[in-house]
């Protein structure tokens, strides 16, 4: 009965304060009831208020984590966060070809909560050419998705326009986050499947600070949910509202951006394995 529990893998960096990256990736999964293994591919030096510094993992022991995984592990979903620089993005699109470690979410982080850009401007053109055509699923913010398709996005419509286009790049399930639409009473996230079928996913927005690593929580939990076998739109719809349940179901860390409430369920979920 090896490796029988179900597994999954994030590739992102850490975050020294607890409340993005690596960190809330594997909390994220293991609430989900899923085995999170990681590689790590940069360290920060990181809080509630801000990302003080970082460094970036030699190219070397990038590869000897996805080696060590890979060669124990069986790792059924995988997803990628933080990746800091050319170099970096390289090494993981490398050992992504080199190794199956099932279906592939994208988080395409670029700007940390404080402000801080955690990709290098020279390195978005690499995560464009080389990582998103590898993409099962992407799952860009507004910015995120601006900097991607070099287009300006206002308006749910342009949300839509902005999706075709990244699927053009490559990548065959895209769902554009709205939180940055501040002035709507609900949060609004765009989703274009494979198949041509869209459609959108809501939630009331909640005023609150406290909402540091959002994005690693959604894509995370979208891994975690693809690793267990749910189809993408299922686990896009379990991902939006595991979210949604960490905001409601605040806890009270630091001074600045505080983190998700990782315990949270989902209604009428508790217990699922």
Not at 108 to 118: F, H, P, Q, Y
Not at 139 to 163: F, R, S
Not at 233 to 246: S, W
Not at 257 to 268: C, D, Q, S
Request: net charge negative.
């Amino acid at each position: 009965m090896i490796n029988q529990t179900i597994q999954a893998l994030t590739i992102a960096g850490t975050d020294s304060g607890g409340g993005a990256g690596v960190m809330a990736d594997i909390k994220t999964m293991q609430e989900r009831h899923v085995f999170s293994a990681a590689v790590v591919v940069a360290v920060t030096a990181q809080n509630t208020i801000g990302v003080q510094d970082f460094m970036a993992m030699p190219k070397k022991m990038i590869d000897e984590q996805f080696a060590s995984v890979a060669s124990d592990l069986k790792i059924r979903a995988c997803k990628t966060g933080m990746l800091a620089d050319v170099a970096t993005v390289e090494a993981v699109v490398a050992n992504l070809k080199k190794y199956d470690l099932g279906p592939l979410t994208v988080d395409s982080v670029m700007i940390a909560k404080g402000g801080a850009r955690l990709l290098s401007e020279d390195a978005i053109a690499t995560v464009r050419d080389q990582l998103l055509p590898l993409a099962d699923i992407l799952t860009p913010n507004l910015p995120e998705a601006e900097e991607l398709t070099g287009t300006k996005i206002e308006t749910k419509d342009q949300m839509i326009i902005a999706a075709k286009k990244l699927q053009e790049l490559g990548v065959k399930n895209v769902i554009i986050k709205g939180g940055h639409q501040t002035h709507s009473k609900e949060s609004a996230d765009f989703v274009l499947l494979e198949d041509g079928h869209s459609f959108w996913v809501s939630s009331p927005r909640i005023d609150t600070v406290r909402t540091h690593g959002t994005g690693d929580t959604l894509s995370s939990c979208i891994t975690a949910e693809l690793a267990k076998g749910k189809d993408v739109e299922t686990a896009i719809r379990i991902g939006k509202q595991y979210v949604q349940a960490t905001i409601a179901n605040g806890i009270e860390v630091g001074h600045g951006h505080g983190p998700l409430n990782h315990w949270a369920t989902i209604a009428g979920e508790e217990g699922e394995n």
